[in-house]
């Protein structure tokens, strides 16, 4: 692995760790880019035209705040990963194929949505409940209208009390927004980050489906 990543040019410390062996020393996300571009290739295609491997990742990743998760992205490689060994279309020094993170996002998003509704956000399952199989991006009042839908039920997979954290939908999807599953765009409609996206069972419009990957 340290020869891998010393392919790459990935500068190190000058000594390992005692703990934590070999430290690499980015300064920013860019000193990483060589990195990313020797284990995916420099775009998610056969060209520029498909989009930059190393700006995909990050922007497929981002929650409305525009903040990626450490835990995302190793998971993101880790389920590509996955998908590459049942179906090999790399060659070294290539090691994940765009096709595969393209499949293992929908997996990351399913995964990120099951861990915020288990560990911080409860009421989220309701949410997801509520706007299921919908198109994005939203005008604001559909939204609120789905929101509103079953506003007195539970809001939880198993709690019968369980109630929402706001007083109303016009609250509840601006705190959405602030919390970053959602984020609003320029015009007032509202659009889903695709590290919630595919997890809340949403879909994109002229998207591709989940399951699914465009041609390369």
Known sequence: LLRYCRGARVPFREKPDPTFGWIPTFQNADDARPLVERMVGPHMGANRNKGQSFRWILDHLRDGR????PRSLIRLCEQAAVHGRAQPRTRPPLLLHPTDLRQALADVSTDHVRQAIHNEWPWLHG???????????WERSAIERDLQRGWNDTWGAGDGNLRPPAPNAQQLLTYLVDLGIFRQREGGRIDVPDIFLFGLGLRRRGGVQVGRVPPE
């Open 66 to 69: 525009g903040h990626v998760s």
């Open 127 to 137: 949410v997801k409940e509520r706007i299921s199989d919908h198109l994005v991006p």
